[in-house]
């Protein structure tokens, strides 16, 4: 750790006197300071660091001009949010970065003060910081040490950021905050935009949670080796932040949500709840109210990700249908996965007068892995009667499906404008097709369903995947399929769910819910096969 053992009568670059320890983070002091002449004394804001690169006046050189450019070219991008370097300095194997005074307070001294702050405070200041990473990342620049630290809030509730032309520019920076390092940082990888995404979901845990997601050790080699290996615990003050936390801290880079989503994702916390946010920026010590109102919420406003109560899709991050609504005749939508169509399942051919008329025989799935469970002459009679009549459905939200004549909604909920999930089924049967949308999905299906939906499927009472997590096409997208059972309402159930990309984020998915004992009739395979070749998306 720096240690603040500069006198205070001593100059630093002969220019500027150090008045009093701001804030402290691993491997760096903050001061504030004044100039040592003039009769302004204009207060500046030095930030000290070890400077472990080569001791050779060139390198120092290189370094500083690298902060102040960037400095330069961060201030154009986004003047106000951002720090000015008037000044950086090498002396005596110690980086000084000058900033002008910021009338704020560091991130990290207001936790130390307050303990934590409400889900929809910490969604406005990570809105905020969202907003300076964007635009650097938007001219190529990644700021690879981004901490509460480097964020100081003004009182008026606005941000500023420092910081920015650290990264790369002594062999120490990466260090001074390691708690807040990626783990890619933390095995000496080059850094991407990827490395300040992961920093922002560690700042939004540090917020909600009143301390970091790996916390600090003795040594920063002993806590880099914590954010590489370690696994993270899940939040629990989070709310609606959780999955946008969650999927910020992703260990692979590749897998961590693009900025699209958690800005819509942030956007979303502020504008569902206007009132809580009107009193949170001001009077943040009122959170447990706001805790309070959070637990009064509908659950499937609460929980991000709760697939295995009736969520038809997978859906990941923040998409928060985690609905526990149970249907007539069967509770929780979640079954075991369907089988796949086939050529020799037939199924009617709807007309666009909305009546049907039969088909020789259904279309071949897309997908090169469908399979299909033989029809068994035992099945129930009600599931095994003659070949289903099928209508087409055109829903608003952009998509259409062919369902059996009688289906109707039966649920639908929404997310704003991120996803949703619509529910079919009819009066008096127990079988259910739930399709959802999402615009948060991340780039791997079969990761969705393993990492995302299984872990709350696991919930479920009696609940027992089907083999492997199958990765296929559909239609020319990436997809993933996905088969259970689990016990609802005292029935056990089956479910087959088809995820697919459509890329930017955005996806399809479709489960199909039969009671167990009736899964493999031969008018269940037609259903599925028939959900499976006539459902198409608006546009995608």
Partial sequence: MVK???????????????????????????????AADGAAQRPYLL???????????????????????????????CPGAVATVVDAVEENGTLWIVTEWIEGTPLGELLAQE?????????????????????????????????????????????????????????????????????????????GPAADLWALGAILYTMVEGRPPFRDRDRPEATLKGVDRLPLRTPVHAGPLTQTVLGLLRKNSRERLTRPVVREALQRVLTEDPDTLAE???????????????????????????AGTALAVVTVAVAALAATHRLPGLGTSSSESAPRPSPSLSAPESRTDGTTAPSASAAPSTSPSASVISPSPSGSPSASAQPQAFVRYSAPEGFSVDLP?????????????????????????PRTLAITYSTVLGPDPVAVWRDDVEPELQKEVGYQRIGEIKATT??????????WRSTVDGTRVRTFGRGF????????????????AEWDTSANQQALATFLRTFSPSSG
């Fill in 501 to 516: 990309l459509l890329g930017g984020g955005r996806g399809f998915s479709l489960r199909w819910t039969t009671p167990n």
């Fill in 115 to 191: 303990g934590t702050f409400n889900y929809v405070r910490a969604a406005r200041i990570g809105l905020e910081l969202l907003d300076v990473l964007e635009a650097a990342h938007g001219q190529g620049i990644t700021h690879g040490e981004l901490s509460p630290g480097q964020v100081f809030v003004r009182d008026r509730g606005s941000v500023v950021v420092t910081g920015f032309g650290l990264a790369g520019a002594t062999l120490a920076p990466r260090l001074t905050a390691p708690s807040y390092a990626s783990p890619e940082q933390a095995r000496d990888e080059r850094i």
């Fill in 405 to 429: 004549k009688g289906w109707k909604r039966v649920n639908t909920h929404r997310v704003g404008n991120l996803s949703y999930r619509v529910t079919f089924g009819a009066s008096g049967d």
């Fill in 4 to 34: 603040a053992h500069v006198f205070t009568h001593e100059l630093v670059a002969g220019r500027y006197r150090l008045v009093d320890v701001v804030h402290r983070e691993a491997n760096r002091v903050c001061w504030y300071g004044k």
């Fill in 47 to 77: 930030t000290q660091i070890d400077f472990r690169a080569d001791p050779d006046n060139d390198s120092a050189q290189r370094t500083t001009a690298r902060i102040i450019r960037m400095s330069e070219t961060m201030g154009q991008l």
């Fill in 280 to 306: 949170s920026v001001p009077r943040p010590r009122l959170r447990g109210n706001y805790t309070a109102a959070w637990h009064a919420a509908p659950p499937w406003g609460r929980r991000a990700m709760a």
């Fill in 474 to 483: 559909y239609e020319g997208h990436k997809a993933a399929d996905m088969e």
